[in-house]
T-cell receptor, first 122, second 113 residues
């Protein structure tokens, strides 16, 4: 239980194009999902909190017009990197909070992470 | 804690020995703490968590200790195996802040056969 998937697992795109990354909770519902970015040999940095049915909340320094987040259902959130540039190349990871309606984990506030998406912008 | 940049602390441990990974946190308002394991090219995997009203919690081969007095968290792995080689992150959660996680810098564990 408590499985989170991401698609695609990796993507290469040209500078100036947009890329959409999907995050799905497979066996539980998640009103809240989170998007993180991780550079090589560094820790995860929270980019934004995605709330089902409402606007995302972005962390300081993260451009909301560049990183568009849509959380249309209780099991799907998408992150679109618009007009991507080489400096956007990174490992993007999503997580979802298990509200305890599916998998009965040790703590219903626990965040479960997806496998990540490697974005390379040429 | 914040990311430590391009250099991750590394813990080398002999297979079969016990590992202890330490983490210092900064916010006394944190409600609970989680340890994650991250293998190369993969997302973090939940290992164990502990609420702020506890000081010890045990799982399968893992134990988490919490010392709120000095804001210190540790993860002990018993009988370390090659499959335990990974980067380990501690994370602190504050419910009042919307349950956002703040990750520590990470520790790389290398298990020597």
């Amino acid at each position: 239980g408590a499985v989170v998937s991401q698609h695609p697992s990796w993507v290469i795109c040209k500078s100036g194009t947009s890329v959409k990354i999907e995050c799905r909770s497979l066996d539980f519902q998640a009103t809240t999902m989170f998007w993180y970015r991780q550079f090589p040999k560094q820790s995860l940095m929270l980019m934004a909190t995605s709330n089902e049915g409402s606007k995302a909340t972005y962390e300081q320094g993260v451009e909301k017009d560049k990183f568009l987040i849509n959380h249309a259902s209780l099991t799907l959130s998408t992150l679109t990197v618009t007009s991507a540039h080489p400096e956007d190349s990174s490992f993007y990871i999503c997580s979802a909070r298990d509200l305890g309606q599916g998998y009965s984990g040790p703590n219903t506030d626990t965040q479960y992470f997806g496998p990540g998406t490697r974005l390379t912008v040429l | 804690g914040e990311s430590v940049g391009l250099h991750l602390p590394t813990l080398s441990v002999q297979e079969g020995d016990n590992s202890i990974i330490n983490c210092a946190y900064s916010n006394s308002a944190s409600d609970y703490f989680i340890w994650y394991k991250q293998e190369s090219g993969k997302g973090p995997q939940f290992i164990i968590d502990i609420r702020s009203n506890m000081d010890k919690r045990q799982g399968q081969r893992v134990t988490v200790l919490l010392n709120k007095t000095v804001k210190h968290l540790s993860l002990q792995i018993a009988a370390t195996q090659p499959g335990d080689s990974a980067v380990y992150f501690c994370a602190e959660n504050i419910e009042a802040a919307g349950n956002k996680l703040t990750f520590g810098g990470g520790t790389r564990v290398l298990v020597k056969p």
